[in-house]
């Protein structure tokens, strides 16, 4: 906080630290507060600088690392851009040469993550890919750029430098995007493709179409879905537990969760 202050103070801005816990996104009504605190620290002209709280934090409530903390600070306050900062270019392909652009996020392209850490991160290049890939899906456009690179920050806003991941065209609301993003998800599904091409083309998720529960949930928990190549396509809030879904899954027409609680990614 020292090296914040002192490289803002030249430019007469204050600072503030914010210090986030997990349940700070999973929580809604922690959510709003924490966002209505923001917004007051930026009327005032005073900059947020946000960090993890290491001391109350433990394995259940940890975010993976600073990059989901951006990313779910991105969505809730509605940015137009998410910078990513790593110690290389951006996304090397197999060859190492820069993958300029991602205009769609594809299992393939999550392959060209290493499995190395980057040099002061917690994760490496996959969490990086994972968190653009959710911040594109719901309408921010993504950079991931070398950090210590000379006007790094603004090449990457005018899409200059690094790997730029372009956004998808979004309609979701701000409830329906903290659904995506900053709920915590509980348990996961494998549907099948019927249902799968129900849920993109903005339909509600029944039990029928529900191949196995992989992780289970209770009623009222946000789950992932997945289709048959294990790729996780959507998120949704139960309107039933696993066990439920489990009992009933032969009748006709059991709502799972309806249409405007499930968000496409």
């Given at each position: 906080?020292?090296?914040?202050?002192?490289?803002?103070?030249?430019?007469?801005?204050?600072?503030?630290?914010?210090?986030?816990?997990?349940?700070?996104?999973?929580?809604?009504?922690?959510?709003?507060?924490?966002?209505?605190?923001?917004?007051?620290?930026?009327?005032?002209?005073?900059?947020?600088?946000?960090?993890?709280?290491?001391?109350?934090?433990?394995?259940?409530?940890?975010?993976?690392?600073?990059?989901?903390?951006?990313t779910l600070l991105a969505l809730g306050f509605g940015a137009e851009y998410l910078l990513i900062g790593t110690?290389?270019?951006?996304?090397?392909?197999?060859?190492?040469?820069?993958i300029q652009e991602i205009k769609t996020f594809t299992p393939a392209i999550l392959g060209y993550a290493r499995?190395?850490?980057?040099?002061?991160?917690?994760?490496?290049?996959?969490?990086?890919?994972?968190?653009?890939?959710?911040?594109?899906?719901?309408?921010?456009?993504?950079?991931?750029?070398?950090?210590?690179?000379?006007?790094?920050?603004?090449?990457?806003?005018?899409?200059?430098?690094?790997?730029?991941?372009?956004?998808?065209?979004?309609?979701?609301?701000?409830?329906?995007?903290?659904?995506?993003?900053?709920?915590?998800?509980?348990?996961?599904?494998?549907?099948?493709?019927?249902?799968?091409?129900?849920?993109?083309?903005?339909?509600?998720?029944?039990?029928?179409?529900?191949?196995?529960?992989?992780?289970?949930?209770?009623?009222?928990?946000?789950?992932?879905?997945?289709?048959?190549?294990?790729?996780?396509?959507?998120?949704?809030?139960?309107?039933?537990?696993?066990?439920?879904?489990?009992?009933?899954?032969?009748?006709?027409?059991?709502?799972?969760?309806?249409?405007?609680?499930?968000?496409?990614?």
């Amino acid at each position: 906080m020292g090296k914040y202050a002192k490289a803002f103070q030249q430019y007469k801005i204050p600072i503030a630290q914010s210090l986030c816990e997990r349940e700070h996104f999973s929580n809604r009504n922690q959510f709003l507060q924490l966002r209505d605190t923001y917004r007051e620290l930026w009327k005032h002209g005073i900059i947020p600088i946000a960090n993890e709280n290491d001391v109350v934090s433990n394995l259940e409530i940890k975010f993976s690392d600073n990059d989901e903390l951006a990313t779910l600070l991105a969505l809730g306050f509605g940015a137009e851009y998410l910078l990513i900062g790593t110690s290389v270019s951006g996304v090397l392909d197999e060859n190492d040469q820069l993958i300029q652009e991602i205009k769609t996020f594809t299992p393939a392209i999550l392959g060209y993550a290493r499995k190395t850490k980057s040099a002061a991160g917690l994760g490496g290049m996959i969490t990086k890919l994972m968190f653009a890939r959710l911040a594109t899906s719901l309408g921010i456009q993504t950079v991931i750029f070398e950090a210590r690179a000379k006007d790094g920050i603004l090449n990457a806003i005018d899409g200059k430098t690094g790997t730029v991941c372009r956004p998808k065209k979004v309609h979701a609301n701000a409830r329906q995007k903290w659904l995506a993003s900053g709920s915590k998800v509980y348990g996961r599904v494998l549907v099948d493709e019927g249902a799968k091409k129900a849920l993109i083309k903005r339909k509600s998720l029944l039990a029928v179409g529900i191949k196995e529960i992989i992780r289970p949930f209770d009623k009222g928990e946000v789950f992932d879905i997945i289709d048959i190549d294990n790729w996780v396509f959507a998120v949704a809030k139960s309107k039933l537990s696993a066990d439920e879904i489990t009992t009933q899954k032969d009748k006709q027409n059991i709502l799972v969760a309806n249409a405007d609680e499930i968000v496409i990614l």
